[in-house]
C-alpha cells in the first residue's frame, strides 16, 4: 500500500513563494507519473502539473512559467515549487501517484494566498 504526505502549505501573500513536499512511503521511481492536483473551494480538482516517469513535465496554463514539479528519488519525494502567488491559487493542494491500474492520493495540504 502506497502512502503519500504532503506538506509545505499555508498562509502567504500575493507575490509569495512556497515549496510543496510529498513524500511517498516507497521507491517513486517505480511509478509511471506523479502529479499535483488542487481544489478550490466551490470547484472540481484539478490536474496543475505533472512529472512522468520519464522525466517529462506538464503545466496546466494557469501555472506555467510560475510553478516547477520536480523530484528526489533517493528521497521518495515528489516537489512543487509556487512563485508568484495569485489569490485564485488558494486551495487545498494534493499528491498524485500512478501507476499501471492504480492511482494514489495524499490528504492535501492547504493553501492559501492573501493580504
Known amino acids: 500500500q502506497v502512502q503519500l504526505v504532503e506538506s509545505g502549505g499555508g498562509l502567504v501573500q500575493p507575490g509569495g513563494s512556497l515549496r510543496l513536499s510529498c513524500s511517498a512511503s516507497?521507491?517513486?521511481?517505480?511509478?509511471?507519473?506523479m502529479a499535483w492536483y488542487r481544489q478550490a473551494p466551490g470547484k472540481q480538482r484539478e490536474v496543475i502539473a505533472i512529472?512522468?516517469?520519464?522525466?517529462?513535465?506538464i503545466y496546466e496554463d494557469s501555472v506555467k512559467g510560475r510553478f516547477t514539479i520536480s523530484r528526489d528519488n533517493a528521497k521518495n519525494t515528489l516537489y512543487l515549487r509556487m512563485n508568484k502567488l495569485k489569490p485564485q491559487d488558494t486551495a487545498v493542494y494534493y499528491c498524485?501517484?500512478?501507476?499501471?491500474?492504480?492511482?494514489?492520493w495524499g490528504q492535501g495540504t492547504q493553501v492559501a494566498v492573501s493580504s
Open positions: 498524485n501517484a500512478a501507476r499501471t491500474g492504480h492511482s494514489w
Open positions: 516507497g521507491s517513486i521511481s517505480s511509478f509511471d507519473a
Open positions: 512529472l512522468t516517469g520519464g522525466g517529462r513535465k
